[in-house]
Structures are given as C-alpha cells and as structure tokens.
Nanobody, 124 residues
Framework: QVQLVESGGGLVQAGGSLRLSCAVSGRTLSSYALAWFRQAPQKARDFVAAISWSGGMTHYADSVKGRFTISRDNAENTLFLQMNTLKPEDTAVYYC?????????????????WGQGTQVTVSS
C-alpha cells in the first residue's frame, strides 16, 4: 500500500515563502509521476504542479508559474513544493498525488494515490 504524507504547511504573510514536503512510503518513489493539487474553501480541487518520475519534466498551473517550484528526491522518497511570493489567493489545503502512469498530467483523475493534505494560509 502506498502512503503519502504532506508536511510544511502553515500561516505566512503575503510575499513570504513556504516549502511543502510529501513523504512517500510503500513503493519506490522513482516509479511514480507526482503532483501537487490544492483546494480552497468551497472550491473544487485545482492542479498546481506535476513532475515526471525522473524529474526531467515539470508542468505548472499558470497561477503559480514563476513563483512555485516542484522537485523530488527519489533517494529520500520525498516530493517538494517550494512556494515563493505567496499571495492570499494561494490559501488552500495542498495535496500531493502519485500515479504509475507514464508522463505527467494536470488531471486529478489519473492520480491513484493521495495524501491527507496540509493547510497553507496566506495573510494579507
């Protein structure tokens, strides 16, 4: 059974930074393409960023491009999301997700495993 556990969320002022981590257990991380999604209150879950199994391909939502960076450390079985220049509209629960399918995608339908989420709150 694959388990994903997010950490690193918290309260930060607008313009600040946070680094989210997602620890993956149960199977070798390098088998998976990985992604971050987020869900604000009363809104649907949205794609944030995705990374291929090797780390050679990344894809970002337009709303975070240039501010967020997704990366992975397969040796440590960990996924990261570095978030800079945070805005109040980035406030949401952030989820990591994993899939064994080839390639990367912004569709949550292809991701088979999900973490429980970590809250990020950006104050103005």
């Amino acid at each position: 059974q694959v388990q994903l556990v997010e950490s690193g969320g918290g309260l930060v002022q607008a313009g600040g930074s946070l680094r989210l981590s997602c620890a993956v257990s149960g199977r070798t991380l390098s088998s998976y393409a990985l992604a971050w999604f987020r869900q604000a209150p009363q809104k649907a879950r949205d794609f944030v960023a995705a990374i291929s199994w090797s780390g050679g391909m990344t894809h970002y939502a337009d709303s975070v491009k240039g501010r967020f960076t997704i990366s992975r450390d397969n040796a440590e079985n960990t996924l990261f999301l570095q978030m800079n220049t945070l805005k109040p509209e980035d406030t949401a629960v952030y989820y990591c997700a994993a899939t064994l399918r080839a390639g990367i995608s912004n569709s949550e339908a292809i991701y088979d495993y999900w973490g429980q989420g970590t809250q990020v709150t950006v104050s103005s």
